[in-house]
Structure formats: C-alpha cells, structure tokens
C-alpha cells in the first residue's frame, strides 16, 4: 500500500518558507520602507534624532512625528562652499532625502571645541554641547520630502575619553571613545 508523503511535504515548505521570510532571508532589501502615513500637506511638528560612535560624517538618523522615517544623516559641504567645513546635513530616508543647513550650528560647535576640549583634563573627558537653528534647504527635497520647508532648533552633544595622563592634546590624534547625539524639533510642511 502506498502512502501519501505530499500534505507533510506541503506544510514543511511552507513552514520553512514562513521563517525564511519572518527573518528577512528573503527579502530583497535589508531596509524596510517607512509605512505610516504621509507628511500631512499642512505640516506639523518634527523630531530628530541622530547618533553615531564617532565624528565622522555619518549617523544613523530617526524622524517622528508628522514624519515617521529613518536612515542615515550625511554631514557635507554643497557644491558653493567657500571652504571645508561641514555646512549641510543629508538625511538620507527610506521615502527620500532632503538637506538642512547647519553651517551656523556647525561654527558654534568649532568655536566650543577650540582649545576648550576635554572639558575635565584632570581625567581627559568631556562633553560639549551646542544649540542652533538648522532650517531646510528649499528645492532640495525628493520623493516623499519634495517641496518640504521649514526649520529644527537642534543640539548636538558630543562626549570624549581622550589617553591619559596627555590631555588636552596638541595633535589630532584619535580619541578612545566618543559619542555623538544631535537631537532637535520644528515646524515642517509641504508646499
């Protein structure tokens, strides 16, 4: 007599089909698409937050609020930039990117750093925080972010551990630990 092996077949595929996908094996990206709603055409309130482990330009970034997002936010410099330093910040999301300026913000944080770091050279540690205006940059929005203005008061707050017992150094040699946390709101809309 023969047995029917096919329904235990079935139910095994699928399961293991079930956990492949469950676990993103199958996926074919490994960045999910922000699915709640779109920012309301009227705008409303905004929060940021970024972080990174370093002061490189890269921070995984989160946007709630009237926009529920994430990515990463890329310090650069635009295209009519006098000179090196840092003056837009990219945020790259799932839905699309746009830019903000934080020329002003980034001079504030230049001037609190300069021959003001560590703040606590007894342990060679320190935290320094600045606070600014970073408005978004017109026309340079895309996809969902197309045509958003406004502007975020943000703080960026970046804490050291530098080599004891040399501190303040006079190099540019690396730290041992640094975190960097820029968190900030405002009004955004859509034109």
């Known amino acids: 007599m023969r047995v029917n092996n096919v329904a235990p077949l079935i139910v095994c595929t699928v399961i293991v089909a079930s956990a492949l996908v469950g676990s993103g094996v199958a996926s074919a990206s490994k960045t999910k698409?922000?699915?709640?709603?779109?920012?309301?055409?009227?705008?409303?309130?905004?929060q940021f937050t970024g972080y990174s482990n370093g002061d490189g330009p890269k921070s995984t970034a989160v946007l709630t609020g009237a926009i529920g997002d994430y990515g990463e936010a890329i310090r650069t410099t635009s295209g009519n930039s006098a000179g090196s330093e840092y003056n837009e910040l990219k945020l790259s999301m799932t839905?699309?990117?746009?830019?903000?300026?934080?020329?002003?913000i980034e001079g504030e944080l230049g001037?609190?750093?300069?021959?003001a770091f560590p703040t606590h050279s007894s342990t060679c540690s320190g935290e320094v925080s600045v606070s600014g205006e970073t408005p978004v940059i017109a026309g340079t929005g895309t996809a969902a972010y197309k045509g958003l203005q406004g502007s975020l008061h943000m703080t960026i707050t970046i804490n050291e551990v530098e080599e004891w017992p040399t501190c303040p150094k006079t190099d540019t040699s690396p730290y041992l630990a640094q975190s960097v946390f820029i968190t900030g709101a405002g009004m955004v809309s859509l034109k």
């Open 33 to 46: 698409l922000a699915q709640g709603p779109h920012i309301p055409k009227g705008g409303g309130e905004v």
């Open 95 to 104: 839905r699309g990117s746009f830019r903000l300026d934080i020329a002003g």
């Open 111 to 115: 001037k609190a750093i300069n021959g």
